[in-house]
């Protein structure tokens, strides 16, 4: 275990490193530094800029320096938010886009599955029907679009919700989480409908029903446990798919997490904290798709130690 | 199942004969499906307003009717779906924003196309070394946040629509690859490939003229597939402020506008979604009935 283990982690360096590199060359490659900006500020203060942030540096000591900064958790400071550097800004961020991330993936997880799971065992009846139809709905209508016709209903309309804001009472933190786990809860339900079909019509589910199981125990023991497995597995891609698409609901709901920063600073061409971001997030997914891959490799008996 | 049969269907000189056949069990499974026809009928409807209307309509898309501000949706004003804040025909908008989707799908995917096909082919047919160190890569590549480097990409080069095309072609031709390097490793043992490479056709004939045709259906499928997903990375890039510019628009800078009058003004916001909801939907259908059309293993 602990050697398959430590080499998914070696096979996650070179993947970090290539997010790293290709970051840092891409923001390196971009026409005008910094500082372009600015009035024009007088030579000196323009070589003492420049010699603080290594910019005279020949480029691969840049690298190497930024690299080794970034080791460390260092991202160097904001171009943009004068006082604070990458790091404080992403910690800044991070709890409040963790907290909206895990609890969407949560939600996920269990309305999914059970809506998957009822359709599974109620096949081609109406409740089938509709939880397809809706799933259909839910991975078709992208959150940018969900997330604003969710306000229009429930906010604007009905006057049911809050439409913005963060932190002040729980029932803000309603629309955003919905928002974001929706188009997952329509996957999970998909996937988890469909191998449900398959597990129930496979020789120990027969089995188990012969022997006389009652049929809550035969789901539960056997069914279930069988049915989770492709859903472990999109849970990596799952989490890719909600730090996207935190990107975009912090932003309609005014959520002061990274994804928000994120925004910011690509608009406002934030290059040490757009690249500082992105670093973050590529370690952050792939942290989740070894998590995911090492929980596989528990689950699933199939799956070689070696 | 499926390679056999496009192989007999496609291959050598059977091809005539049975290679119609095929496709045309595929267009008449097709057919039955009613969501992928509606889909096709819709899809088509849209394009065809989306191209022509614009010709005919005599609003043009930026300019602003001072008298019509934020107006609702008025038949007889001419605004079928009224104006946005700024006082311009949504409508035609909307009708751009479908174009300038359409495109960059079209455009992005045909990109992918070729580069996960040639790359894919390669991998498969050469095999081997060659095959593991290309296929590593596709996993090393699979594992990066792309969204996040196509927003990079846009912040350092500026917001430019070709550079959308190329930079969401790039992303999205990792799964293309996948699928032909699957096709080609299982295609490359037959004995059509065998005769063809007895009778000294060059390795890159054989791709060309068997690997990769043989190879088509799945792709087929994958585009359908892909196309909506693209269309969805523009939006979301627009919608972020982060991809096409003023005047010219897309369906993610219209929702994006549209959600933030919707309260004053909710038909700036419902038309363009439901514009891009539409064409998401019908590539989905058509995506789904394709699969099963061309794929007689799941029937």
Redesign the interface.
């Known amino acids: 275990m602990l050697s398959f283990i430590l080499k998914r982690l070696a096979g996650a360096i070179p993947t970090l490193l290539i997010i790293v590199t290709l970051a840092f060359f891409l923001i390196r490659s971009a026409p005008g530094g910094p500082f372009d900006k600015e009035r024009t500020v007088p030579p000196e203060v323009a070589a003492n800029l420049n010699a603080v942030y290594h910019l005279d540096d020949p480029l691969w000591e840049q690298y190497l320096y930024y690299l080794g900064g970034a080791i460390q958790g260092d991202f160097g400071p904001s171009f943009q938010y004068r006082d604070f550097s990458v790091t404080e800004l992403i910690a800044a961020g991070f709890p409040v886009s963790l907290t909206l991330g895990l609890t969407a993936i949560f939600l996920a997880i269990t309305i999914g599955v059970s809506l998957g799971a009822i359709a599974a065992l109620k096949q081609n009846s109406l409740i089938d029907y509709a939880v397809m139809a809706t799933a259909m709905t839910g991975i078709t209508i992208p959150n940018f679009v969900m997330a604003p016709l969710l306000t229009l209903v429930f906010g604007v309309y009905l006057h049911m919700l809050p439409v913005g804001g963060w932190g002040e009472s729980i029932s803000q933190a309603f629309l955003p989480i919905v928002a974001l786990a929706l188009p997952q809860i329509a996957y999970i339900a998909r996937l988890t409908r469909g191998s449900m079909i398959e597990v129930l019509r496979s020789n120990f589910v027969r089995t188990a029903r012969a022997k006389g199981l009652p049929e809550r125990l035969m789901l539960s023991r056997h069914a279930l446990k069988a049915a989770m497995l492709p859903v472990v597995s999109y849970l990596g891609p799952a989490s890719a798919a909600v730090i996207t698409g935190s990107v975009v609901i912090e932003q309609i709901f005014g959520i002061p997490g990274i994804g928000r920063y994120f925004v910011q600073g690509a608009l406002n061409r934030d290059y040490t904290l757009v690249m500082g971001v992105v670093i973050f997030y590529g370690s952050l997914i792939i942290s989740f798709n070894l998590i995911v891959d090492i929980i596989y490799g528990f689950l699933d008996p199939k799956v070689r130690m070696g | 199942m499926a390679v056999d049969m496009e192989m007999k269907s496609t291959g050598s000189a059977e091809k005539e004969i049975q290679g119609r056949s095929l496709w045309q069990d595929a267009f008449r499974r097709l057919l039955t499906n009613k969501a992928s026809v509606v889909s096709c009928v819709v899809l088509l409807s849209i394009v065809l307003i989306a191209v022509i209307g614009p010709w005919i309509h005599p609003n043009p898309f930026d300019e602003v009717y001072w008298d019509y501000i934020q107006a609702a949706p008025d038949i007889e004003a001419g605004f079928y779906f009224g104006t946005d804040t700024n006082g311009r025909d949504l409508f035609v908008r909307t009708l751009f924003g479908i174009r300038v989707s359409l495109l960059v799908g079209l455009v992005a995917t045909g990109v992918s196309l070729v580069i996960g096909v040639t790359y894919g082919a390669i991998s498969g047919y050469v095999g081997g070394r060659t095959d593991h160190i290309m296929m590593r890569f596709v996993d ?1 590549m699979y ?3 792309f ?3 196509v ?7 500026g917001r430019n629509i070709f550079l959308i095309f190329a930079a969401l072609g790039a992303v999205e031709w990792l799964t293309m690859a996948r699928i032909v390097r699957g096709q080609a490793l299982s295609i490359k043992n037959r004995e059509f490939v065998e005769a063809a490479r007895a009778s000294g056709v060059s390795n890159f004939n054989i791709i060309r003229r068997h690997i990769i045709p043989n190879a088509l259906g799945p792709v087929i499928v994958y585009v359908t597939l892909t196309i ?1 997903q693209v269309i ?1 990375i523009e ?2 890039l627009s ?4 991809g096409v510019q003023e005047p010219m628009t897309s369906l ?1 800078v219209l ?2 506008e ?2 933030q009058q ?2 004053s003004a ?1 038909w700036t ?1 419902l038309f363009p ?1 439901s514009a ?2 539409i064409i ?2 019908c590539f ?1 259908f058509i995506g789904d009935g394709l699969r099963d059309a061309l794929d007689p293993r799941d029937r």
């Open positions: 090393i594992s990066m946040p969204m996040f480097f927003i990079l990409l846009m912040v350092i080069f909506p969805l939006s979301f919608f972020l402020g982060l993610g929702i994006s549209g959600a919707m309260e909710p916001l979604a891009l909801a998401l939907f989905n």
